[in-house]
């Protein structure tokens, strides 16, 4: 399996808070993803970077921020967390095009009161 | 990016040959085929990717007909591990262009 960890793998905080989920890879892979998953929606893509620094908004970045000052890490931010934001969190990389074949991580469980 | 459309769930026993239909009737000239599995509490894992015709590898096979507007996922002798989504994608080569993943079909092998 790709060398990628998620944490924390749960988390339970309180509306209004701010939340930082990390993304870490030991693949050197230039893209990395946050997805979201929800019953009834599938995996949604939130913010995405195609390199150190350079990240762009996925289908679902509102309330959302993200970053990425090293190759191997990659941030997601929620900065006034929300019940509606209450999910599993994916991290994804992929070496190539951003596309095609993507590394999923473990999963962070969320939990927004 | 095109739409796909699978079943929402499939049954079968093990030992039995699994074969998931997925219809993309607007793909495009540079999009690939790719099928993900899903186990529960796990992040996606890739199974196969397709441009056209068969792809086989050590997991599953991929049939993908001449006119690429359905392609076909193709599981041998399925055991009860087997048990999972499996997700349909078309996904386009260029730069930008993101996965897309639906419901997914859910996969329930029995003894």
């Known amino acids: 399996d790709a060398g990628i960890t998620q944490s924390p793998r749960h988390k339970v905080t309180e509306t209004g808070t701010p939340v930082t989920l990390r993304c870490h890879q030991t693949?050197?892979?230039?893209?990395m993803y946050w997805y979201r998953q929800d019953p009834g929606h599938g995996l949604r893509l939130i913010h995405y970077?195609?390199?150190?620094?350079?990240?762009d908004k996925g289908e679902v970045s509102d309330g959302y921020s993200v970053s990425r000052s090293k190759t191997e890490d990659f941030l997601l931010t929620l900065e006034s967390a929300t019940s509606s934001q209450t999910s599993v969190y994916f991290c994804?990389?992929?070496?190539?095009?951003?596309?095609?074949?993507?590394?999923f991580g473990p999963g962070t469980r969320l939990l927004v009161l | 990016l095109a739409k796909t459309t699978q079943p929402i769930s499939m049954d079968s026993y093990e030992g039995q040959e699994v074969n998931i239909t997925c219809s993309h009737n607007?793909?495009?000239?540079?999009?690939?085929i790719t099928w993900y599995q899903q186990f529960p509490s796990q992040g996606p894992r890739f199974i196969i990717q397709?441009?056209?015709t068969k792809v086989t590898n050590e997991v599953a096979s991929l049939f993908i007909p001449a006119d690429r507007k359905s392609s076909t996922l193709s599981l041998p002798r399925v055991s009860l591990s087997d048990t999972a989504v499996y997700y349909c994608?078309?996904?386009?080569?260029?730069?930008?262009?993101?996965?897309?993943f639906g419901g997914g079909t859910r996969l329930m092998v029995k003894p």
């Open positions: 994804a990389i992929s070496e190539g095009l951003a596309g095609g074949t993507q590394y």
């Open positions: 693949e050197n892979h230039r893209y």
């Open positions: 970077s195609y390199g150190v620094k350079d990240t």
């Open positions: 607007n793909i495009a000239t540079n999009d690939y």
């Open positions: 397709g441009y056209k």
């Open positions: 994608l078309v996904v386009s080569n260029n730069a930008g262009n993101m996965l897309t």
